[in-house]
């Protein structure tokens, strides 16, 4: 199976879950993949920022890859390949796909600053793995400090067949969501699809503006495809109550250095990871902005929208 632009739902963000040592727990990557699928994902993202792929050695990553191919079943797979080079990029990119992944995702190195700097960078990665293997744009400037305009993505897409899905992180980018879509409606542009990140912070917005779903790593995975569904459903306000239940853990949640620490310590609290450890370097989350987090979850409970 490989990824389309028709591609929409949820598609988690997978943290990698590590034990207290640093070895990865792949006891806990079976369990990540069982609580997804009960989610009701529609496909995943491995490899990512959350997922801490710059810790890993190349085995380390594929073995990664491989195990969550074969546990998300017909699901299409994403695999992170952005690297600082192109060797590497290409030897996961290719070998991921041989495994059975569904496509990749292509984060722009933080050096990139010009419009013809991001679209030549695009072209020579394409170039690089090959322009048979479909493509995911990381917009994600908040972390990665690359702006990429909506004409640039544009560029990027018409330039690029195998580009078929932009998962978009724009702060504020409900605007560029508005533009993409005028673009395809103008026929200026193809259509692919559109996934948001961010912690599923304005998912509820980025859905009216026209996302296809969300790719982000929220603790709450059934959250975000609840979401989703209310939204194509038509329900807007059921849709927002769901969203307004959550949004005081999602806000915790997006303290710059922090986050990810936030977000397996909820994922342990849940049962989804045996430990909310990180690999070296990580941060680690302090008693206080534990016990901070419990009242949130306690808090979250009392609404009934934690889906326990």
């Known amino acids: 199976m490989l990824l389309t632009s028709k591609a929409a739902g949820l598609f988690p963000i997978a943290p990698t879950p590590f034990h207290p040592d640093g070895l990865i727990d792949t006891a806990s990557i079976d369990t990540l993949i069982e609580r997804y699928l009960a989610a009701n994902a529609t496909g995943i993202t491995v490899l990512g920022i959350m997922g801490e792929a710059p810790k890993m050695d ?6 990664i890859v491989k195990q969550f191919i074969k546990g998300m079943g017909n699901l299409p797979v994403i695999v992170g390949v952005s690297s600082t080079g192109f060797a590497a990029m290409r030897s996961l990119a290719k ?3 041989e495994l059975g992944a569904a496509g990749v995702m292509i984060a722009p190195p ?3 600053r010009t ?12 170039e690089a793995i090959g322009p048979d293997i479909p493509f995911v744009i990381q917009d994600y400037p908040l972390t990665l400090t690359v702006v990429m305009t909506p004409k640039v993505i544009r560029q990027i897409v018409q330039e690029n067949p195998s580009c078929v899905m932009l998962k978009h992180e724009d702060w504020p980018g409900l605007e560029k969501i508005s533009a993409l879509r005028g ?11 559109i996934l948001t990140g961010n912690g599923g912070l304005f998912l509820d917005f980025e859905m009216e503006r ?5 790719m982000t790593g929220y603790a709450f995975p059934e959250m975000l495809s609840s979401l989703v569904m209310l939204m194509k459903a038509g329900q807007r306000d059921a849709a927002h109550d769901l969203f307004d239940a959550h949004l005081p853990l999602l806000r915790y949640e997006q303290q710059q250095g922090v986050g990810l620490a936030v977000r397996k310590y909820v994922m342990m609290k849940r049962g989804m990871i045996a430990s909310d450890a990180q690999r070296k370097p ?15 979850l306690d808090r979250l409970a009392k609404t009934g929208h934690d889906f326990a």
């Open 282 to 296: 990580g941060s680690a989350l302090p008693a206080t902005a534990r016990a901070e987090v419990d009242y949130l």
């Open 58 to 63: 190349a085995s380390q990553s594929l073995a």
């Open 183 to 193: 673009f395809a409606k103008d026929g200026s542009m193809r259509e692919i699809s």
């Open 110 to 112: 933080p050096s990139l």
């Open 95 to 97: 070998t991921s796909m």
């Open 115 to 126: 419009d013809d700097q991001i679209t030549g960078y695009y072209r020579d990665a394409i």
């Open 210 to 214: 026209g996302a296809d779903g969300a």
